[in-house]
C-alpha cells in the first residue's frame, strides 16, 4: 500500500495514495482482499521475547509445543485455541518478555540455558547417559515435563546442538546424569511501556482485528487512539476489540460486555467472519463460562450504550448484536456506522480501493479520461463482486464517477453504496378471522 492514505476534508494532501471517506447519505484488478488475520498481546509463560511472530491456525495445532511450549490442548494456550476458532492466522506478541529470566543448569562442564525467559523453562530437564552401543558417546536428551523433544548422541559438549528449548555451552567431557531441572526461569512483566512497544511493532504487519485482553483504563484509551490514528489518519482500516470500553464511542472500537475473557474469542470472530455475514446470533464455540445473568432491560441499555454481549438461549451462549462502540450519530454519520457488518464492507471498500490504486495505478497510467475510465472500470467490476455476495445492493456504474483533481495528479472518486445488513428484528401482524 503506498504512503499515503486516510480521510480527507479538502484536497491539501501531500503524499501520493488513496484518501477515502464515508458519509450517510442526507475477477479483475478489483478483487477482495483476505480477511482472518488478528493481532494480539498475550502474556505466556514462553517463546520469543522481542518479536512479533505469525502463527497460522494448522500451524498452531501441529506445532504449539514448539512454538509456544505447550501442547495445543493445555489450559495456558486456551485464548489461543479461543481465537483460532474462528481467525485463519495471528499475528501474537510476548507481551511480558521483558525483565523475565531464563531457566538453567549445570552438569559438570556443560551449562544448559532454556531458550527463552520464562516459567516454562523450569519444566525442561536434560539427561546425559551412556550411549548403549558406543561407550565413548553419549545421548544427551531434553525433556519438557514429560515430552521428550531432542535427542542428541554425541562424544563432547562441542558438538551438541542447541535445539527448540535449549542453549548447550561449556567445554570438556560429558557427565552422565539421571536428569538435571532447568531452575530460575521467570517471567517478564507486562507494562505500559511494553504495550507501546507492541503498538509500534504492530503498525508495519497486515492485519484486520487488533485485540487487549485486559483491564487498564491507560491501555485501552492507548489501543483507542492507535486505532483512530490507523483508520483517519493513516487509512489502514482495522477493527479494535476492548473489554468493558463502549466509550470509546467509535466505530472502529468493539466493547465487550460480559467477560474479559472473551476478547481473543471475539478478536477471532470479528477476523474470520466475511464480510457478507454478521455475528449477531452467533453462538459461542469456545470454553470459557460466560456470565450472562443479565436483566432484559440490562441488554436494552447495553445495545444503546454500543456494548458487544452475550445472552444465554437454553443451552448455548449467543452474541446479542453484531455492534461497536459508536452512538454518536449524526445525519452525515447515522445508526449504520454501528453495524460491526457494515463497518466490514466500508473497510473493505476502502482497503481494497487503496490497494488496486497502489498496486495499479498509482504512477503507472496516466490521468486523462482513458486513465480515469480504466480505473472506474475496475471500481465497478469490484462492485459487482461485493454485489455478487450480497454485501451491497442496488449498485449501478453511475454510482461511481471519478474525475481529474485540482491539479493534473490527482483524482476524486464520489460513490453511492448500500451495504446490506443481516436481519435482527421480525415485526408480524396475524389476522384472526
Given at each position: ?156 559438549i562441542a558438538e551438541l546442538k542447541s535445539n527448540n528449548f535449549v542453549i548447550f ?229 453511475e454510482d461511481i464517477t471519478v474525475t481529474i483533481g485540482e491539479n493534473k495528479r ?24
Amino acid at each position: 500500500m503506498s504512503l499515503g492514505g486516510g480521510t480527507f476534508t479538502i484536497q491539501n494532501k501531500v503524499l501520493p495514495g488513496a484518501y477515502v471517506n464515508f458519509a450517510s447519505k442526507a475477477r479483475a484488478l478489483g478483487g477482495l482482499g483476505a480477511r482472518g488475520t488478528a493481532a494480539l498481546p498475550l502474556e505466556l509463560n514462553w517463546g520469543d521475547e522481542a518479536n512479533i511472530i505469525t502463527i497460522e491456525a494448522a500451524e498452531f495445532q501441529k506445532e504449539a509445543l514448539n512454538i509456544l511450549g505447550y501442547s495445543y490442548t493445555s489450559e495456558e494456550l486456551k485464548p489461543v485455541r479461543e481465537l483460532f476458532n474462528h481467525a485463519k492466522s495471528l499475528k501474537l506478541f510476548r507481551i511480558n518478555g521483558e525483565g523475565g529470566k531464563k531457566a538453567t543448569a549445570t552438569i559438570g562442564g556443560l551449562t544448559v540455558t532454556a531458550k527463552y525467559i520464562g516459567t516454562r523453562g523450569n519444566d525442561i530437564k536434560v539427561v546425559t547417559q551412556v550411549n548403549i552401543n558406543d561407550e565413548t558417546k553419549f545421548d544427551v536428551i531434553t525433556y519438557i515435563d514429560s515430552i521428550k523433544v531432542d535427542s542428541q548422541t554425541v562424544g563432547s559438549i562441542a558438538e551438541l546442538k542447541s535445539n527448540n528449548f535449549v542453549i548447550f555451552s561449556g567445554t570438556g567431557e560429558l557427565e552422565a546424569t539421571a536428569g538435571i531441572n532447568l531452575t530460575g526461569g521467570e517471567n517478564g512483566k507486562a507494562t505500559g511501556e511494553s504495550y507501546s512497544r507492541f503498538l509500534e511493532k504492530i503498525e508495519a504487519e497486515d492485519f484486520s482485528v487488533l485485540g487487549y485482553a485486559g483491564d487498564d483504563e491507560t491501555t485501552k484509551a492507548l489501543f483507542t487512539s492507535f486505532t483512530k490514528r490507523l483508520r483517519d489518519e493513516e487509512g489502514y482500516k482495522i477493527v479494535t476489540v476492548l473489554y468493558n470500553y463502549s466509550k470509546a464511542d467509535f466505530e472502529g472500537v468493539i466493547s465487550i460486555k460480559n467477560n474479559v475473557e472473551l476478547v481473543p474469542w471475539v478478536v477471532g470472530a470479528v477476523a474470520g467472519t466475511a464480510i457478507n455475514e454478521s455475528l449477531t446470533n452467533k453462538v459461542y464455540d469456545g470454553e470459557y463460562e460466560i456470565n450472562t445473568k443479565y436483566k432484559k432491560s440490562e441488554f436494552i441499555k447495553a445495545i444503546e450504550n454500543g456494548e458487544f454481549a452475550f445472552y444465554q438461549d437454553g443451552d448455548t451462549v449467543r452474541v446479542l448484536k453484531d455492534i461497536n462502540t459508536f452512538t454518536s450519530y449524526t445525519p452525515n454519520k447515522n445508526e449504520d456506522f454501528s453495524s460491526n457488518r457494515v463497518i466490514k464492507v466500508l473497510d473493505q471498500i476502502a482497503n481494497d480501493t487503496a490497494r488496486i490504486f497502489s498496486n495499479h495505478f498509482l504512477g503507472k497510467v496516466n490521468n486523462d479520461d482513458t486513465g480515469r475510465a480504466l480505473f472506474k472500470t475496475e471500481l465497478v467490476n469490484y462492485h459487482e463482486q461485493l454485489q455478487s455476495i450480497r454485501a451491497i445492493e442496488d449498485f449501478t456504474h453511475e454510482d461511481i464517477t471519478v474525475t481529474i483533481g485540482e491539479n493534473k495528479r490527482e483524482i476524486i472518486v464520489n460513490e453511492v453504496v448500500k451495504p446490506t445488513d443481516a436481519m435482527e428484528k421480525l415485526y408480524m401482524t396475524v389476522e384472526v378471522q
